[in-house]
C-alpha cells in the first residue's frame, strides 16, 4: 500500500522541514511542492482518512483544527490567503488522512509535469 507517512515521513527517514509539531501531528513542507507555499499535515498514527475519525479521537480532532488555524494564518499573512483541503476515498492517492495547505503561485499540474511559465 502507498503510505509514504507511515513509511518515511514520520519515522523521520525522508528528510522534511517541519512546520509545526504536536502531539498527533506533524505539519512539514511537501517535498515536491505543487504550489509555492505547500505544507501538508498529518496524523502521527495511522488514521485511513477523515472519514474514518470516530468519538474515540476528540483530542486529534481538536489539534487538526487548531493546527490548521495556526498555518492557515501564517500563509494568509504571507500571501493574503490559501485553500486547505483533505481528500476521501476514491479521491486519495495516499490513504492516510493528510491536509494540504497551499498558496501562491501553481507550480505543477495534477500529474506532477511543471506548470509552464
Ligand atoms: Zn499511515
Known sequence: MNDIYCDQIIPKLIDVEIV????????FHHTNPYWERHIV????????????????????????????????STVEKDFGGCS???????QQTS???????????????????MVKI
Open 95 to 113: 490513504k492516510h488522512l493528510h491536509w494540504y495547505i497551499y498558496a501562491g503561485r501553481k507550480l505543477r499540474n495534477e500529474d506532477g509535469t
Open 20 to 27: 509545526s509539531e504536536t502531539g498527533h501531528l506533524f505539519a
Open 41 to 72: 499535515i498529518v496524523p502521527k498514527d495511522h488514521i485511513e482518512s477523515l472519514s474514518r475519525l470516530t468519538e474515540d479521537h476528540e483530542l486529534l480532532k481538536k489539534e487538526i483544527m487548531d493546527t490548521l488555524i495556526k498555518i492557515s
Open 84 to 90: 486547505i483541503v483533505t481528500n476521501v476515498g476514491d
